[in-house]
């Protein structure tokens, strides 16, 4: 059975920063690609970084040079750094992992960035 399961999210004042991490168990995680999505209330689900097997990065316009994306493959995890939170960043955050036709969601974490 797959499971993704972010941790690492929570209230953060503006500017601050926090740390995501998935643990992946049940694929075999460094041949699989893996990314991180955000929603916000009343909005979709869009792309915020993303790494792939090969540990090639891409990053949303909105968290350029602000977060960071990394993967521990001796670990199954990935991870999100994010630093200058904004409140514009406040979101619920998931993790997938794909490879082909093979996609997979973590139940996603809550980050709130409020003063």
């Known amino acids: 059975q797959v499971q993704l399961v972010e941790s690492g999210g929570g209230l953060v004042q503006p500017g601050g920063s926090l740390r995501l991490s998935c643990a992946a168990s049940?694929?075999?995680?460094?041949?699989?690609?893996m990314a991180w999505y955000r929603q916000a209330p009343g909005k979709q689900r869009e792309l915020v970084a993303s790494?792939?097997?090969?540990?090639?990065?891409n990053y949303a316009d909105s968290v350029l040079g602000r977060f960071t994306i990394s993967r521990d493959n001796a670990k199954n995890t990935v991870h999100l750094q994010m630093n200058s939170l904004n409140p514009e960043d406040t979101a619920v955050y998931y993790c997938?992992?794909?490879?082909?036709?093979?996609?997979?969601w973590g139940r996603g974490t809550q980050v709130t960035v409020s003063s």
């Open positions: 049940g694929i075999t995680f460094s041949i699989y690609d």
């Open positions: 790494i792939t097997d090969f540990f090639r990065t």
């Open positions: 997938r992992a794909n490879r082909g036709q093979n996609v997979y």
